[in-house]
């Protein structure tokens, strides 16, 4: 796994795609939660917001190494 240098990263690309992942992401955790609130019978009360957060993590770390989100190198 070979990270960019921070350089070499388009970050108002990768930070629109951030917000709208972290928007999905959370969406799926509260309506996961309760559905298996439902299909177990009663709620979830636990805090299940590691859940997106750790699914977020992974998705930056694939994100960061993708070609999309790197800079193209110009030089003059």
């Known amino acids: 796994m070979k990270l960019p240098k921070i ?4 970050f108002l690309k990768l930070m629109i ?8 992401l959370t ?3 509260l309506i996961g939660k309760d559905l ?3 299909a177990l019978g009663h709620p979830i009360e636990k805090d299940v917001r590691y859940v997106s957060t750790g699914l977020f993590m ?6 960061l ?5 790197k ?4 030089d003059c």
């Open 58 to 63: 992974i998705w930056l770390l694939f994100a």
């Open 27 to 29: 969406l799926i955790t």
């Open 36 to 38: 298996l609130g439902w």
């Open 17 to 24: 795609h951030s917000f709208l992942v972290v928007f999905t």
């Open 65 to 69: 190494q993708k070609d999309k989100y």
């Open 7 to 10: 350089s070499e990263i388009k």
């Open 71 to 74: 800079r193209e190198n110009s």
